[in-house]
């Protein structure tokens, strides 16, 4: 049975758009359609906050808020922002978000929003042992789960990779930027999936965010030797994830 106060307004804070529902924490049902607004530029707390409050009176939700934010987050204070402005940085986001928003506001990191979804509700439900999700959109986030137990924080997609980052090496904004076909993005993706396979040893691999709706384009070219699949909850896993954790 579903109960208010298990209904919770996730909101997936992405870098170009910020995704957001009203869903049952405890089946990972979306009650409404998911909508996206544009993330605004410069992403301030201010900014994104005000986009979060006409996202809030567009559902005409009073209740309890989960936002998956860009950022390491420990205890509800950002401690980094990727792809958002730097004012996030060691602000206590679940205080500011809960004062402007005049509701309870929960913060976690988005691909760790995403994560929890894909592992309860999702790709890897059941998985025992490690199993890595990956967020590819604007950058990539990362989530690494041991025997269904989340380690936070992981933003793999931040690590020295190829001379720069790995986010900047195979996210899908480098694919766009540099015209890559799927087979040459696929291509740069299996030198990063081999060298997480080295420091990890996942059994399992899932590719969420916004490419993966797009699986079929480039799964013939992936090659790893953990098993490989799309997220299966698609770009809606950070704002089904993202109202999870309000009670994680």
Known sequence: MKTE????????????????????????????????KATPKPATPQAVASVIQEAKEHLDWNGDIGCGLPSIVSNGVALSAANIDNQWIDLNVNEFLSKFLNCNVK???????????????????????????????????????????LVPNTELGHIKFKKDTAEKYASNTTKKQKNLSYK?????????????????????????GGISKR??????YLQCNADIVPAEQDNAAGVIGAAMAFYA
Do not use: Q
């Open 107 to 149: 913060v976690v990191n988005d691909a760790d929003a995403a994560g929890l979804a894909e592992i309860k509700f999702g790709a890897g439900k059941n998985i025992n042992g490690v199993v890595l999700l990956l967020t590819i959109g604007t950058g990539i986030g990362s989530a690494l789960f041991v025997n269904g137990n």
């Open 5 to 36: 106060e298990r209904i919770i307004m996730g909101v997936d804070i992405g870098g170009t758009g910020i995704k957001y529902a009203l869903v049952n924490s405890v089946t990972g049902e979306m009650l409404t359609e998911r909508f996206k």
């Open 184 to 208: 040459e993005w696929a291509n740069r993706m299996n030198k990063l999936l081999a060298h997480l396979e080295r420091l990890f040893t996942p059994s399992l691999f899932i590719l969420g």
């Open 215 to 220: 699986y079929y384009e480039y799964s013939d």
